[in-house]
Protein backbone atom coordinates (compact mmCIF):
# COMPACT_ATOMS: atom_id res chain seq x y z
CA UNK A 1 0.00 0.00 0.00
CA UNK A 2 1.15 3.68 -0.75
CA UNK A 3 1.90 6.22 1.68
CA UNK A 4 0.17 9.59 0.70
CA UNK A 5 2.91 12.30 0.25
CA UNK A 6 3.22 14.53 3.64
CA UNK A 7 1.98 17.80 3.21
CA UNK A 8 4.96 20.22 4.02
CA UNK A 9 4.08 23.19 6.40
CA UNK A 10 4.76 26.37 5.67
CA UNK A 11 7.54 28.41 7.43
CA UNK A 12 6.51 30.55 10.64
CA UNK A 13 6.61 33.81 10.25
CA UNK A 14 7.90 35.27 12.87
CA UNK A 15 11.23 32.82 11.28
CA UNK A 16 11.24 34.42 8.02
CA UNK A 17 11.05 38.55 9.65
CA UNK A 18 14.06 37.28 11.82
CA UNK A 19 16.13 35.86 9.18
CA UNK A 20 15.41 38.38 6.54
CA UNK A 21 14.95 41.63 9.09
CA UNK A 22 18.85 40.31 10.41
CA UNK A 23 20.06 39.68 6.87
CA UNK A 24 18.87 43.14 5.21
CA UNK A 25 20.30 45.23 8.02
CA UNK A 26 23.97 42.93 7.76
CA UNK A 27 23.62 43.47 3.84
CA UNK A 28 22.97 47.11 4.83
CA UNK A 29 26.07 47.36 7.22
CA UNK A 30 28.56 45.89 4.22
CA UNK A 31 27.07 48.49 2.15
CA UNK A 32 27.80 51.33 4.58
CA UNK A 33 31.37 49.40 5.05
CA UNK A 34 31.82 49.85 1.60
CA UNK A 35 30.79 53.46 0.24
CA UNK A 36 32.86 54.85 3.44
CA UNK A 37 36.06 52.71 2.40
CA UNK A 38 35.61 53.68 -1.46
CA UNK A 39 34.98 57.32 0.14
CA UNK A 40 38.46 57.61 1.64
CA UNK A 41 39.71 55.23 -1.10
CA UNK A 42 39.00 58.16 -3.12
CA UNK A 43 40.32 60.77 -1.71
CA UNK A 44 44.17 59.32 -2.00
CA UNK A 45 43.53 57.95 -5.09
CA UNK A 46 42.66 61.40 -6.65
CA UNK A 47 45.84 63.03 -5.29
CA UNK A 48 47.38 60.29 -7.76
CA UNK A 49 45.17 60.74 -10.46
CA UNK A 50 41.46 61.94 -11.24
CA UNK A 51 41.07 58.74 -13.14
CA UNK A 52 41.96 56.02 -10.52
CA UNK A 53 38.35 57.90 -8.60
CA UNK A 54 36.02 57.50 -11.28
CA UNK A 55 37.47 53.95 -11.61
CA UNK A 56 37.17 53.31 -8.17
CA UNK A 57 33.61 54.53 -7.99
CA UNK A 58 32.47 52.07 -10.97
CA UNK A 59 33.65 49.35 -9.19
CA UNK A 60 31.97 50.23 -5.72
CA UNK A 61 29.00 51.12 -7.49
CA UNK A 62 29.31 47.21 -9.75
CA UNK A 63 29.86 45.37 -6.16
CA UNK A 64 26.66 47.57 -4.61
CA UNK A 65 24.06 46.52 -7.81
CA UNK A 66 25.92 42.74 -7.73
CA UNK A 67 25.67 42.29 -3.98
CA UNK A 68 21.79 43.74 -4.06
CA UNK A 69 21.33 41.34 -6.68
CA UNK A 70 22.13 38.56 -4.37
CA UNK A 71 20.56 39.88 -1.58
CA UNK A 72 17.09 40.31 -3.47
CA UNK A 73 17.05 37.29 -4.87
CA UNK A 74 17.83 35.52 -1.38
CA UNK A 75 14.92 37.20 0.40
CA UNK A 76 12.77 36.59 -2.17
CA UNK A 77 13.09 32.98 -2.44
CA UNK A 78 12.51 32.79 1.10
CA UNK A 79 9.56 34.91 1.53
CA UNK A 80 7.99 32.66 -1.94
CA UNK A 81 9.70 29.45 -0.50
CA UNK A 82 10.89 28.56 -3.86
CA UNK A 83 14.08 27.69 -5.47
CA UNK A 84 14.51 30.94 -7.75
CA UNK A 85 17.15 30.72 -10.68
CA UNK A 86 21.03 31.04 -9.40
CA UNK A 87 19.71 31.03 -5.81
CA UNK A 88 20.94 27.22 -4.49
CA UNK A 89 24.21 28.57 -6.16
CA UNK A 90 24.38 32.45 -4.00
CA UNK A 91 22.87 30.38 -1.34
CA UNK A 92 26.98 29.54 -0.20
CA UNK A 93 26.97 33.34 0.04
CA UNK A 94 24.43 33.58 2.45
CA UNK A 95 26.13 30.70 4.78
CA UNK A 96 29.46 31.23 4.41
CA UNK A 97 29.37 35.67 4.81
CA UNK A 98 26.29 36.85 6.04
CA UNK A 99 25.42 33.98 8.32
CA UNK A 100 28.39 34.94 10.60
CA UNK A 101 27.81 38.35 10.71
CA UNK A 102 24.20 38.03 11.15
CA UNK A 103 25.06 35.70 14.83
CA UNK A 104 27.19 38.76 16.07
CA UNK A 105 24.57 41.76 14.85
CA UNK A 106 21.50 39.40 16.21
CA UNK A 107 21.97 39.45 20.25
CA UNK A 108 23.04 43.29 19.99
CA UNK A 109 19.70 43.57 18.59
CA UNK A 110 17.73 41.52 21.37
CA UNK A 111 17.91 38.42 18.77
CA UNK A 112 19.34 35.71 20.91
CA UNK A 113 22.00 33.44 18.84
CA UNK A 114 19.90 30.09 19.61
CA UNK A 115 16.73 31.92 17.43
CA UNK A 116 19.37 33.27 14.93
CA UNK A 117 20.32 29.66 13.88
CA UNK A 118 16.70 28.29 14.63
CA UNK A 119 15.41 30.44 11.53
CA UNK A 120 18.47 29.94 9.58
CA UNK A 121 18.25 26.37 9.72
CA UNK A 122 14.15 26.38 8.95
CA UNK A 123 14.88 28.56 6.28
CA UNK A 124 17.70 26.29 4.95
CA UNK A 125 15.39 23.27 4.99
CA UNK A 126 12.95 24.53 2.95
CA UNK A 127 15.04 26.20 0.44
CA UNK A 128 16.41 22.35 -0.01
CA UNK A 129 13.08 21.24 -0.25
CA UNK A 130 11.53 23.70 -2.77
CA UNK A 131 15.27 23.38 -5.04
CA UNK A 132 14.63 19.57 -4.77
CA UNK A 133 14.62 18.51 -8.27
CA UNK A 134 15.34 14.51 -8.48
CA UNK A 135 15.09 11.90 -5.79
CA UNK A 136 18.07 10.52 -4.33
CA UNK A 137 19.33 6.92 -4.16
CA UNK A 138 19.30 5.63 -0.87
CA UNK A 139 22.63 4.36 -0.37
CA UNK A 140 23.58 8.40 -1.11
CA UNK A 141 21.50 9.54 1.52
CA UNK A 142 23.51 9.65 5.11
CA UNK A 143 21.57 10.29 8.27
CA UNK A 144 24.20 11.59 10.71
CA UNK A 145 23.20 11.26 14.27
CA UNK A 146 24.63 13.43 17.36
CA UNK A 147 26.54 10.85 20.37
CA UNK A 148 23.89 12.16 23.09
CA UNK A 149 20.63 10.43 21.51
CA UNK A 150 22.75 7.12 23.22
CA UNK A 151 21.99 7.03 27.07
CA UNK A 152 25.28 7.92 28.97
CA UNK A 153 24.90 5.06 31.22
CA UNK A 154 25.31 3.07 28.19
CA UNK A 155 28.39 0.87 27.70
CA UNK A 156 28.05 0.40 23.81
CA UNK A 157 30.47 2.46 21.77
CA UNK A 158 28.35 2.60 18.47
CA UNK A 159 30.67 6.11 17.20
CA UNK A 160 33.01 3.38 16.13
CA UNK A 161 30.10 1.46 14.40
CA UNK A 162 26.04 1.91 15.27
CA UNK A 163 25.85 -2.05 14.46
CA UNK A 164 27.24 -2.50 18.12
CA UNK A 165 24.08 -0.94 19.38
CA UNK A 166 21.83 -3.83 21.27
CA UNK A 167 18.74 -1.90 20.10
CA UNK A 168 17.31 -2.56 23.69
CA UNK A 169 14.78 0.46 23.10
CA UNK A 170 15.96 3.04 25.99
CA UNK A 171 16.96 5.79 23.50
CA UNK A 172 15.83 6.69 19.91
CA UNK A 173 18.85 4.70 18.50
CA UNK A 174 16.78 1.76 18.40
CA UNK A 175 14.00 2.87 16.52
CA UNK A 176 15.93 5.03 13.76
CA UNK A 177 18.23 1.70 13.08
CA UNK A 178 15.18 0.09 11.91
CA UNK A 179 14.29 3.34 9.89
CA UNK A 180 17.12 2.93 8.35
CA UNK A 181 16.85 -0.35 7.18
CA UNK A 182 13.54 0.06 6.31
CA UNK A 183 14.63 3.05 3.83
CA UNK A 184 17.87 1.21 3.18
CA UNK A 185 19.94 4.36 3.86
CA UNK A 186 23.19 5.15 5.09
CA UNK A 187 23.31 5.80 9.63
CA UNK A 188 26.06 6.45 11.70
CA UNK A 189 26.57 8.83 14.66
CA UNK A 190 29.38 11.09 15.69
CA UNK A 191 31.22 12.51 18.76
CA UNK A 192 31.84 16.12 17.66
CA UNK A 193 32.46 18.13 14.08
CA UNK A 194 36.09 16.45 13.44
CA UNK A 195 34.62 12.76 13.77
CA UNK A 196 31.41 13.92 11.71
CA UNK A 197 33.73 15.53 8.64
CA UNK A 198 36.13 12.33 8.80
CA UNK A 199 31.92 10.17 8.34
CA UNK A 200 30.94 12.39 5.56
CA UNK A 201 34.31 11.98 3.57
CA UNK A 202 34.22 8.76 4.02
CA UNK A 203 30.50 8.01 2.82
CA UNK A 204 30.87 10.59 0.37
CA UNK A 205 26.79 11.24 -0.10
CA UNK A 206 24.98 13.24 -1.91
CA UNK A 207 22.81 14.91 0.78
CA UNK A 208 22.70 14.42 4.66
CA UNK A 209 19.88 14.21 7.28
CA UNK A 210 21.37 15.58 10.17
CA UNK A 211 20.19 15.50 14.30
CA UNK A 212 22.02 17.87 16.72
CA UNK A 213 21.55 21.38 18.27
CA UNK A 214 21.50 24.41 16.94
CA UNK A 215 25.24 25.51 17.05
CA UNK A 216 26.40 21.59 15.83
CA UNK A 217 23.86 21.87 12.74
CA UNK A 218 24.45 25.62 11.50
CA UNK A 219 28.07 25.04 11.79
CA UNK A 220 27.95 21.34 9.99
CA UNK A 221 25.44 23.42 7.48
CA UNK A 222 28.27 25.86 7.12
CA UNK A 223 31.58 23.46 7.01
CA UNK A 224 30.06 20.80 4.67
CA UNK A 225 28.48 23.79 1.88
CA UNK A 226 27.79 22.57 -1.10
CA UNK A 227 26.79 19.29 -0.12
CA UNK A 228 23.34 19.98 1.42
CA UNK A 229 21.95 19.59 5.04
CA UNK A 230 18.55 19.07 6.05
CA UNK A 231 18.93 19.47 10.02
CA UNK A 232 16.49 18.52 12.46
CA UNK A 233 16.97 19.63 15.98
CA UNK A 234 17.40 17.35 18.60
CA UNK A 235 15.14 17.72 21.98
CA UNK A 236 16.74 18.38 25.13
CA UNK A 237 14.26 16.95 28.27
CA UNK A 238 17.25 16.39 30.40
CA UNK A 239 19.90 19.51 29.18
CA UNK A 240 22.22 19.81 26.59
CA UNK A 241 24.26 17.08 24.91
CA UNK A 242 22.54 14.50 27.59
CA UNK A 243 20.08 11.63 27.29
CA UNK A 244 18.69 13.89 24.01
CA UNK A 245 15.83 12.76 21.96
CA UNK A 246 14.59 13.13 18.26
CA UNK A 247 11.19 13.18 16.51
CA UNK A 248 11.50 10.01 14.78
CA UNK A 249 8.45 11.34 12.59
CA UNK A 250 10.13 14.48 11.35
CA UNK A 251 13.15 12.37 10.31
CA UNK A 252 11.07 9.28 8.15
CA UNK A 253 9.11 12.73 6.55
CA UNK A 254 12.38 14.10 5.67
CA UNK A 255 13.69 10.69 4.13
CA UNK A 256 10.41 10.67 1.92
CA UNK A 257 10.59 13.96 0.78
CA UNK A 258 14.58 13.50 -1.04
CA UNK A 259 13.92 9.53 -1.22
CA UNK A 260 10.47 8.26 -2.84
CA UNK A 261 8.51 11.30 -3.11
CA UNK A 262 5.59 9.50 -1.13
CA UNK A 263 5.58 5.96 -2.36
CA UNK A 264 6.48 2.83 -0.19
CA UNK A 265 9.07 2.52 1.39
CA UNK A 266 11.32 -1.09 0.60
CA UNK A 267 10.99 -3.77 2.74
CA UNK A 268 13.37 -3.80 6.21
CA UNK A 269 16.73 -6.02 5.32
CA UNK A 270 19.55 -6.10 7.67
CA UNK A 271 22.27 -3.88 7.06
Not at 57 to 85: C, N, Y
Not at 221 to 248: K, M, S
Request: net charge positive.
Amino acid sequence: MSHSPIPEPSLKPSKKRIFIGLLGLTFGLIMLLILIGGWIATIGLNQLHPGLTLMAQTVAGLAFIFLSGIIAALILSIVLEKDLPFTQKIRGLGIKLFLPLMEILGPRLGVSKEDVRNSFIEINNRLLVSGQRHTILPERLLLLLPHCLQRADCQRRITTSIDNCQQCGRCDIDALIKLAQTYRIRIAVATGGTLARKIVRDYKPRIIVAVACERDLTSGIHDTYPLPVYGILNRRPEGPCWNTRVDVAEIEKALRIFLIRGQAPQQPRTV
